[in-house]
């Protein structure tokens, strides 16, 4: 496989529209809403890219359209300069996704391990290689070794969500999508699993979802900010987010202060011992 030319990122989206049949829709209303509208952005390799926005926004569409779970009505989305249908078709497990509701993102009657092998069967390891591969995952992600045998509900939330992240893993991606991964999850282990995130990003690059300004300033490298199906800013995080001339970002950042506070000091209490 030819190395990837490094000028060009790893992800872009050019002009993207999706709207979806409005079901309310009369002969005064259109009969399509639009959700997302002339998106563009790139997201160069090893980068982390926060996507935050109210509520109906669009980040969970435009998860579903990056994946190629959907298709955006019309505009680009390219992986290394090249359609993503045929990317993802010749890079197999190279992409990964953990959604929100780890619970039912994973086979009830399935271990641990069956868990993590579903996403070893979607990279290209020789089966011969699993046995080794799935403790040397969860040791990754900080899963005991004796969990391995463990059912999805014989497992803490933030244990289980853990797993679904070395499925994440496990294919060796270059990308992971995290919408809302860890939103539902205690404070002091959403502090923990972003730590995780952080020290295993190596070369991966992430979207990570979230309505949390906070948890994107420590993740991420940019933030795009979504308003109504459109980018309202796209800021870097280095630069000082408080600098930001944007109303929404304000409003945003004036919303989350109490919060903050909070994080900060869960973080430093997390316990060591995995959730
Ligand atoms: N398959 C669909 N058919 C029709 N409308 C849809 C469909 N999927 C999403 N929508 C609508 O698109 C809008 C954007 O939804 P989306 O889930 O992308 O927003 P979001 O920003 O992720 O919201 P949240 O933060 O609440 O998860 C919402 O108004 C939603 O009702």
Known sequence: MPAPDSAVPFLSLRHVHKSYPDHQATIWRPRRRIILEDLSFDLERGSILGILGESGSGKSTLARLILGLEKPDSGQILFEGQEGGAWRAGHRGRISVVFQD??????????????IAEGLAAGAQPRSAWLSEIPALMARVQVPPELAGRLPHQLSGGQLQRVCIARALASKPDFIVFDEAISSLDLPIQARILTLLREIRGNMSYIFITHDIQMATLL?????????????????????LGQSASPYLRQLLASTVIFHSNFEAAAETASPVPQ
């Open 102 to 115: 780890y619970s039912s993102s994973v086979n009830p009657g399935f271990r641990v391990a069956d868990i």
């Open 220 to 240: 991420c490298d940019q933030i795009l900010l979504l308003r109504h199906g459109k980018v309202a800013a796209l800021l870097s995080t280095k630069s000082g």
